[in-house]
């Protein structure tokens, strides 16, 4: 399983697009981007999934450049209750079963 | 109501006492999943299960042990608790190969003294 590399925190404010960036050098070739997100004593939450270019959802967009040895997650106009913990996985999720690897992840605060 | 509940929602016991956390889903899912985290850290595996008559062992599975009563019903074991098994507790569930995103239980909050 591919290992990810993603800043410990980030700060930003209500209205601004966050973009956090996630590195994984040795993803393999049948492996998929995932993002979860976290809120305090609670489950992780599936944001979205993506295996190359760019993907979009209603919460949010991922990117994926060519090489795929990164992405990023891109939240717009975050508001006050996007603050949470957002994990990135890579991993053959289709074919791996249920081989969740969860690093620390990044911690986003949204100020005011 | 949830989707994926589990029971007790906190548990504080004893070094040495048997603990049974339970898990149930009205998902219909085949797959369930038992996670730890511990504080500051991201979720580690303990069990996983893609039916019935199949348990897994995860990344962290010694001094663990799972039942899979049924499709909707996975509970985790701490035989003989200990202190460093203090952590919050998720169970999950997904769907068929290839529908990658897990539902996750609100967790239980377990304390062992």
């Known amino acids: 399983l591919a290992k990810t590399t993603q800043p410990i925190s980030m700060d930003s404010y209500e209205g601004q697009e966050v973009n956090i960036t996630c590195s994984h050098n040795?993803?393999?070739?049948?492996?998929?981007i995932t993002w979860y997100q976290q809120f305090p004593s609670q489950g992780p939450r599936f944001i979205i999934q993506?295996?190359?270019t760019k993907v979009t959802n209603e919460v949010a967009s991922l990117f994926i450049p060519a090489d795929r040895k990164s992405s990023t997650l891109s939240l717009p106009r975050v508001s006050l209750s996007d603050t949470a913990v957002y994990y990135c996985?890579?991993?053959?999720?289709?074919?791996?079963?249920?081989?969740?690897?969860f690093g620390q992840g990044t911690e986003l605060s949204v100020k005011p | 109501d949830a989707d994926v509940t589990q029971t007790p929602r906190n548990r504080i016991t004893k070094t040495g006492k048997r603990i049974m956390l339970e898990c149930s889903q009205t998902?219909?899912?085949?797959?369930m999943y038992w996670y730890r985290q511990d504080p500051g850290l991201g979720l580690r595996l303990i069990y996983y299960?893609?039916?019935?008559?199949?348990?897994n062992k995860g990344e962290i599975s010694d001094g663990y042990s799972v039942s899979r009563q049924a499709q909707a019903k996975f509970s985790l074991s701490l035989e003989s608790a200990i202190p460093n098994q203090t952590a919050l507790y998720f169970c999950?569930?997904?769907?068929?190969?290839?529908?990658?995103?897990?539902?996750f239980g609100p967790g239980t909050r377990l304390t062992v003294l």
């Open positions: 299960s893609f039916d019935v008559k199949d348990i």
């Open positions: 993506g295996y190359k």
């Open positions: 998902k219909g899912h085949d797959r």
């Open positions: 040795n993803i393999a070739t049948n492996d998929y």
């Open positions: 996985l890579v991993g053959d999720f289709p074919n791996q079963g249920g081989k969740l690897i």
């Open positions: 999950a569930t997904s769907g068929l190969p290839g529908y990658n995103e897990q539902f």
